[in-house]
């Protein structure tokens, strides 16, 4: 090769890990290739919550006549498993297989259930508008049964996928691995909703029934590849259980193990001041700011481009040795700030105003989500990933939901009273009842600082009594 190919070939090398995203985050112990296909997990999971929260809602309401507010009780009932995901992160980590498996059976199983409920979904939902000779009730059981089962998988793969990429990433990669799972989510549900939305154009209930099975299919066959020969079988793990701790006890050794009471509450208070806005920006900006239904779509891209600014800022930080609960309270000062811009902009009649705040709104949920996720990661006792990462699905995952249907009952109760005259002439603006869910929110994501205040303290502290770090990186699962 000659000198200047040589050179040429050196500069693409120093020019990768610094421009291309993601880059730095392959390790001799993860490649490339098996990264992204581990990463493909949660491409399923952002398929079936772009299905669930997105497109259905308007298929159920628009085109099959179900009632909003049934529409609503089916959307939140996978909710009500979000808070067992931190028993299933703890079955994981303790799981003995006769295949020698802790993660991949629970991947599995998870992938199952979740493919069982697109599969039945669309048959439900033709039975719940009513188009059938059966009774009432039988549309009402097999569609919120399909609800529960996707739900039911996604928090099993998503909790179970995590754990798994902290077994296979050195702590010095994790969270640029991190970030990369997370962009990844965004993007199997951009990528989907896209999808549906030009498959469903000339809606029809066969086609309904082909997209949502084809959607099954995408994620069985996304999960399959992902887990394929990811978890090394360990002869160790066909023994019994024998003094294996229950769950109380496991759950008590990890909080024994540091603040993570403190950690978990900073964690429901940043979701919450995050998640209250999820179905508020884009009423806001046309009933508020009189923008065209055109310009408030691309409030939703503006807010998803902002959270993979915010995870990739992330990773690059604490790639760089950033402490975590640093990098969450910068992403809760954004946030606060990003909110009281969206405030600002509706005396100010600017819609640029209102871009840029749904921008912050957007960095500042990705550093957050990206810094205590990494934090929770590392925080982990050896032996307890699994436990952790459950913790903190449970805890953001039952936040967020409570958090996005408190802001739309406020926002409905506060704005009824001001259109009445109740809060007084001045306060008479459609602006009043989301200016008043806003506001909460800057308290809360204030509440956040005040929780994430000790533990950077605690990390310091820490830091500098014990030299190497705790957690993953003295865990051998993960070396």
Known sequence: MSGRRIAIAQAWTRLGPRFLPFADAVTPELPAGRLLRLSLFQVSVGIAAALLIGTLNRVMIVELHVPAGLVAAMVALPLLFAPFRALIGFRSDNHRSVLGWRRVPYLWFGALLQFGG???????????????????????????????LVGVGMHVVQTVGLALAADLAPPRSLPRVVALLSVMLLVGMLAAGLVFGALLAQFSQLRLIQVIQGAAVASMVLNIVALWKQEARDPSRTRGRGDAPGFRE???HLRGNGPWVRRLVAVAFGTAGFAMQDVLLEPYGGEVLGLGVAATTVLTALLAFGGVVGFLWGARVLGQGADAYRVAGSGALLGAVAFALVIFAAPLDSAPVFGAATLGIGMGAGLFAHATLTACMEAAPQGQVGLALGAWGAVQATTAGAAVAFGGLLRDGIGAMARNGTLGEALASPATGYGAVYLIEIVLLFATLIAVGPLVRWARENRSGHPSRLGLAESPTVT
């Open 118 to 148: 697109l599969a039945i979904m669309p048959f439900a939902l033709i039975i719940l508008s009513g188009d059938s000779n059966g009774p009432v009730w039988a549309g009402h059981v097999a569609a919120a049964l399909a609800f529960l």
């Open 250 to 252: 496991s759950w008590r």
